[in-house]
């Protein structure tokens, strides 16, 4: 068996790659009220010393798919709930863009207090809550897990390979449940030579978990039935428009690989 960072076969049909998780042990699940309970009174790391509001999840809990991002920021904090700020308005549009309602997604994080200033999390942070995240995944039972930006897809993956290597093919999380990395929204909102490429890069991922979802491609430029765009999510702010335009990106993947990563890649 390889090594969890070993870098993972290229030409397997279907690409499902199973990546080990050295905490692949059975976990105790407790039920999501009685655990979001847990995680709202937690202190296990510094974290809960500067938090306002340790952040449980939004969406649905029976949800066939879950987004998992980093960490909350300053409006998550305040406001208690995962993906409101920015980066949560262009999820929201992403999952629109899928033909899907901020209902029919489960949305969570990683790390459930906010890192002062936004920074990374630590390691003994991640491994004081990722197993709160474990508890959410095995209740909601999902058949995709979207994993956003390096602390997620590595966490989530047991593995130290950044996101650009690791987006746009399928993984395991824990060996049994498909896992599409990509990139975060926040990295998707910054303005940067390959934010367009970028962009091409999350919508064609997450057109893979269309496919496999079964879901149909909406029309374009359209929302599903149903769907109230977010507070000032159809703002002309061509930076966080999304999907990203048809016409193809003018640099090629080779020439656009970027030489600093940002936290949330
Ligand atoms: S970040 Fe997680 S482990 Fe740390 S205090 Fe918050 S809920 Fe507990």
Same mark, same amino acid.
């Given at each position: 068996?390889?090594?969890?960072?070993? =870098?993972?076969?290229?030409?397997?049909?279907?690409? =499902?790659?199973?990546?080990?998780?050295?905490?692949?042990?059975?976990? =105790?699940?407790?039920?999501?009220?009685?655990?979001?309970?847990?995680?709202?009174?937690?202190?296990?790391?510094? #974290?809960?010393?500067?938090?306002?509001?340790?952040?449980?999840?939004?969406?649905?809990?029976?949800?066939?798919?879950?987004?998992?991002?980093?960490?909350?920021?300053?409006?998550?904090?305040?406001?208690?709930?995962?993906?409101?700020?920015?980066?949560?308005?262009?999820?929201?549009?992403?999952?629109?863009?899928?033909? #899907?309602?901020?209902?029919?997604?489960?949305?969570?994080?990683?790390?459930?207090?906010?890192?002062?200033?936004?920074?990374?999390?630590?390691?003994?942070?991640?491994?004081?809550?990722?197993? /709160?995240?474990?508890?959410?995944?095995?209740?909601?039972?999902?058949?995709?897990?979207?994993?956003?930006?390096?602390?997620?897809?590595?966490?989530?993956?047991?593995?130290?390979?950044?996101?650009? @290597?690791? @987006?746009?093919?399928?993984?395991? /999380?824990?060996?049994?449940?498909?896992?599409?990395?990509? /990139?975060?929204?926040? /990295?998707?909102?910054?303005?940067?030579?390959?934010?367009?490429?970028?962009?091409?890069?999350?919508?064609?991922?997450?057109?893979?978990?269309?496919?496999?979802?079964?879901?149909?491609?909406?029309?374009?430029?359209?929302?599903?039935?149903?769907? @109230?765009?977010?507070?000032?999510?159809?703002?002309?702010?061509?930076?966080?428009?999304?999907?990203?335009?048809?016409?193809?990106?003018?640099?090629?993947? =080779?020439?656009?690989?970027?030489?600093?990563?940002?936290?949330?890649?």
């Amino acid at each position: 068996m390889s090594g969890p960072d070993s =870098t993972p076969p290229l030409s397997l049909e279907p690409a =499902t790659v199973p990546i080990p998780v050295s905490d692949s042990k059975p976990i =105790t699940v407790r039920a999501l009220p009685m655990l979001e309970q847990i995680v709202k009174a937690c202190t296990k790391c510094e #974290l809960s010393k500067t938090r306002i509001n340790a952040v449980f999840a939004r969406g649905n809990p029976q949800a066939k798919l879950c987004f998992v991002g980093e960490a909350p920021g300053a409006d998550e904090d305040e406001q208690g709930l995962p993906f409101v700020g920015k980066a949560g308005q262009l999820l929201d549009r992403m999952i629109a863009a899928m033909g #899907l309602t901020p209902n029919d997604v489960y949305v969570c994080n990683i790390i459930k207090c906010r890192p002062p200033g936004n920074r990374r999390p630590t390691a003994v942070e991640t491994t004081s809550c990722i197993p /709160y995240l474990h508890e959410q995944l095995a209740n909601v039972q999902p058949k995709v897990i979207v994993a956003m930006g390096n602390t997620s897809a590595q966490a989530l993956l047991d593995t130290k390979l950044g996101i650009t @290597r690791l @987006r746009g093919e399928w993984k395991l /999380y824990r060996g049994k449940t498909l896992l599409m990395p990509t /990139y975060h929204p926040s /990295y998707l909102l910054r303005e940067s030579p390959i934010q367009k490429l970028s962009k091409q890069e999350a919508w064609e991922d997450l057109q893979k978990v269309m496919k496999e979802l079964g879901l149909p491609p909406p029309p374009k430029g359209t929302h599903p039935p149903g769907y @109230r765009p977010p507070p000032d999510a159809d703002a002309p702010t061509p930076s966080v428009a999304f999907p990203p335009s048809a016409n193809p990106p003018s640099a090629s993947p =080779t020439s656009a690989t970027p030489t600093k990563k940002s936290p949330e890649e």
